[in-house]
């Protein structure tokens, strides 16, 4: 089978420990006093709770293209203490209630356009950034709110295949109408596609010569 190249250890050492601090149970307080500190998992919906709360048959519509699809919500922790919740939609059921999978290990299934959450993604096209998927969020409340849309850059050069590993990238998301940056990690020939790690915590898989809006080589370590 092809290899995958991948960027060497020195470098996926300090990305990926930046990686397993931002995807784990919060990305962030939502008050003026800073990060939280503490994660509830009482009963209530505080924190990331460890049971499915009030499981939907899903059925077959439009807005199963959210499966998949990454988000965070806003929940309680603590007394006062509000976090965004990093999580997966794992599926969808009616009245477009979704199931959310956290990285906490909890489930639940919520009314998105109830909520107070972002989006996280896929964000690049070809990792599953469609037209239907933009369409099934802002269906459901998902896209980001205050966020102003605006038109994505022209993808740029990329140096090709393997070449292109260990490059720092921006990648444009719709589904806040920002540029996101983050390192190339490794190549897989089979699939021509890189392994994207965002500096939110965030990766995936994608074609860089559509998708990249910029790349520029790492500095040199001693």
Not at 41 to 60: E, K, L, Y
Not at 104 to 126: F, N
Not at 139 to 166: H, I, K
Not at 194 to 204: I, N, S
Request: a neutral charge; hydrophobic letters at 35%; proline letters at 5%.
């Amino acid at each position: 089978s092809a290899a995958v190249v991948q960027l060497p250890l020195v470098h996926r050492r300090r990305a990926v420990g930046k990686r397993c601090s931002s995807r784990g149970r919060k990305t962030g307080a939502a008050t003026s006093g800073g990060d939280a500190e503490a994660v509830s998992t009482g009963a209530g919906g505080d924190g990331c709770s460890s049971q499915i709360n009030g499981a939907q048959p899903s059925t077959q519509s439009p807005a199963q293209a959210l499966v998949g699809v990454r988000i965070s919500v806003l929940r309680k922790s603590g007394d006062a203490l509000q976090s965004f919740y990093k999580g997966t939609i794992l599926d969808v059921g009616r009245e477009q209630l979704c199931q959310v999978e956290y990285d906490c290990g909890g489930k639940e299934w919520l009314a998105l356009g109830q909520q107070h959450i972002r989006v996280l993604g896929p964000r690049a096209s070809s990792a599953g950034c469609t037209l239907a998927v933009k369409e099934a969020m802002a269906s459901a409340g998902a896209l980001n709110r205050g966020e102003e849309m605006v038109d994505a850059p022209p993808p740029c050069r990329v140096p090709a295949a393997a070449n292109a590993v260990g490059g720092r990238i921006e990648v444009f998301f719709a589904g806040d109408g920002h540029q996101h940056t983050g390192w190339v990690l490794a190549y897989d020939e089979q699939q021509g596609r890189h392994h994207v790690l965002y500096d939110d915590g965030e990766d995936e898989w994608m074609h860089l010569a559509s998708d990249a809006t910029s790349w520029a080589a790492a500095p040199p370590t001693c």
